[in-house]
Each structure stands twice: as structure tokens, then as C-alpha cells.
């Protein structure tokens, strides 16, 4: 599953205002690191280079990093925080993962995914070589999707995807009800949102902050 996710801009203080205009949040601070009030799936606002990171769960970090690199990757030492066990690896084909043991109480096995929250992913990777490093590494079980190289992850939440196409980082869809509405919020606000295109479920848009973090919004049809 995808447990933890972290936004990261160069400048923290304007991406708070940013994503508090356009998806609400509200934050609990501690220095230069802002953990958003009821995110589920957990998320935060942290310094660096822009860019949003999510950590997929392990069971055990020091398996998974061994497994990494007998998959044929490459995996840092794992390092321990308050939050738990992470590591980050590579799949050997130009894709990276942020992987995550979490500590006792860290964890939401049944994240709301409410509006403003993350609500679904997609991972791109460049090759089927790197789609089976995934798939094995993650426990991943994957049904074909729609589009011509791309899988749904079974049973996973947030729900996600893989999509075998280049390796890149990890698409993040935030849920709004209205992406339109939202789109017109995220300029406003300085940064810039593509055109609302349908889906299978609903609606999406993809976007960047006006620090250049890039994510879609998301909403769910009304059934």
C-alpha cells in the first residue's frame, strides 16, 4: 500500500499557502516540516527539491532491501526515524521507489481518500523487466488496464496503476469535488492546470504548484 507521502518544495511557507488555497489543507508544524491535519492517506509538506515522494509499505525494510538488489537493483542501507524503518532503491531500469516499515501506530490500513486527499496513483516504469521488479518487491498483483501497457494494482489502496512506458516519478491524483472549480484555484494561486478530461470513474486534470511540483486532481462521478 501507499503510506505516506511527502510534498517537497524549495519553499515550504509558500507551499503551505498554495495546496491550503486549493485542496484546504491545514497543517501541524514542526520546524521546517508540516504534517497535513487529517491527510488519510498521511501526507506532509517538507523542504527540497520539488516534487511529491510517496512510501509504498514493507513488511520488513532489510528483506525488501536484499531482495532489491537480488532483483537486480540497487537499495540504500535503511535508516530509522521516529516514523519507522525507509529506504529508497532503484529497479536497475532508471526507476526509483521510497519504501517504508513503519513503526508501531504509523500506519492507516483504510485511508479515508477523501476530498483533498491523495486518492490514486499511477507508477510508470520504463520496461516489463522493471514492471516485474516492482511487482515482486511490492507484492503487486496486476490486472490489465484500458490503455495499451497499462495494469491496475489489485487490491491496494489508495487504488493505483502501473504503466510500462519510461521510468519517471510516481503520478499523484489528488481528490476534489469539482476539477474544474479546482483547476480554476490552482491558477488563481499561481500555478497552472491542464484541460478536465474524463475517466472511467470520473474526472481528472494535470497540474503543477507555482513552485513546479507537478499532480493531477481528481473527482468521482456521482453514481
Not at 48 to 58: D, S
Not at 136 to 157: K, Q, R, S
Request: glycine share 14%; hydrophobic share 35%.
Amino acid at each position: 500500500m501507499l503510506g505516506y507521502y511527502a510534498v517537497h518544495a524549495p519553499d515550504t511557507a509558500r507551499a503551505k499557502d498554495f495546496y491550503h488555497a486549493v485542496l484546504g489543507w491545514t497543517y501541524a508544524s514542526d520546524n521546517d516540516y508540516h504534517h497535513i491535519e487529517g491527510s488519510s492517506p498521511a501526507g506532509g509538506i517538507a523542504t527540497g527539491e520539488a516534487g511529491i515522494e510517496p512510501w509504498f509499505v514493507v513488511r520488513d525494510i532489510h528483506a525488501a532491501t536484499a531482495k532489491a538488489r537480488e532483483l537486480g537493483g540497487t537499495a540504500e542501507e535503511p535508516e530509522k526515524s521516529n516514523s519507522g524503518w525507509g529506504a529508497h532503491v532503484e529497479d536497475g531500469h532508471g526507476g526509483t521507489l521510497a519504501i517504508w516499515q513503519p513503526a508501531d501506530g504509523h500506519t492507516d490500513d483504510n485511508p479515508k481518500c477523501a476530498v483533498g486527499d491523495l486518492f490514486y496513483f499511477v507508477q510508470p516504469v520504463a520496461n516489463d523487466d522493471a514492471r516485474a521488479f516492482h511487482t515482486t518487491l511490492l507484492g503487486w498483483e496486476l490486472t490489465p488496464g484500458t490503455h495499451e501497457g497499462g495494469y491496475n494494482i489489485v487490491d491496494i489502496a489508495p487504488p493505483g496503476g502501473l504503466f510500462v512506458s519510461k521510468a519517471g516519478p510516481t503520478d499523484v491524483y489528488f481528490r476534489v469535488a469539482d476539477v474544474d472549480a479546482a483547476a480554476e484555484r490552482i491558477r488563481a494561486a499561481g500555478g497552472t492546470a491542464g484541460p478536465t478530461q474524463p475517466n472511467q470513474v470520473g474526472q481528472h486534470a494535470a497540474c503543477r504548484d507555482d513552485q513546479g511540483v507537478s499532480f493531477s486532481i481528481g473527482s468521482l462521478r456521482e453514481s
